[in-house]
């Protein structure tokens, strides 16, 4: 086994290939999409090369299709286990992570007119109202089912920050339209 520099993206993959089970770029790409894409957002690109890179390195095994589609396959393989294991393992010196472009555009509100405040906060709302109803309804179809149990944990999380997200756009939507939020100051001069 060659020594390879490991991201986040290969203990994904090998996490994903150890849950799962065998599985294709395709697989992987299809179940990160209903599960910790919801949180961990990176190229599906990544899907295809990042396997292949693993397998080269012994943390995944390949196993292809001699006839038809020619499917490749992969599997983890001990040294993946390991490499997986001592992941998880570590603790996590990382601050949790936000990048919310409209919480940038908040940030600058000053700058824009209550209304443009109060749009931004609305479509906030929709769409952290849309999650939280995404989410329950993972919550009814799946929470129940003892081999994804564990797993179930990260929804709770994302739940809570959904709600909390969602109380906080409705008190800067009730201030915009009550014309309370912006401050109009303008741009400062330095």
Do not use: C
């Not at 294709?24 to 919801?38: H, P, Q, W």
């Not at 908040?106 to 109202?129: C, G, K, N």
């Amino acid at each position: 086994m060659s020594t390879v520099r490991l991201s986040t993206t290969s203990f994904v993959v090998l996490g994903m290939i150890a849950t799962r089970g065998p599985s294709t770029s395709y697989d992987l790409k299809r179940a990160i999409g209903r599960s910790v894409g919801y949180f961990w957002n990176f190229p599906h690109a990544q899907l295809y090369s990042e396997p292949k890179r693993l397998q080269k390195a012994g943390l995944l095994e390949l196993h292809q299709e001699d006839t038809g589609r020619r499917r490749k396959t992969y599997t983890i393989t001990a040294a993946g286990q390991a490499a997986l294991g001592e992941w998880l393992a570590e603790p996590v010196k990382e601050h949790f992570e936000l990048r919310d472009i409209a919480e940038i555009k908040l940030f600058f509100s000053e700058l824009a007119e209550p209304q443009d405040v109060a749009r931004l906060a609305q479509d906030q709302i929709e769409q952290h109202e849309t999650r939280i109803a995404e989410y329950e309804e993972m919550q009814r179809r799946y929470g129940h089912i003892e081999e994804v149990a564990s797993r179930m944990i990260t929804l709770e999380l994302g739940l809570g920050i959904e709600y909390a997200a969602l109380e906080f756009w409705r008190k800067v939507r009730a201030r915009a339209e009550s014309g309370d939020f912006p401050p109009q100051s303008g741009p400062t001069q330095h």
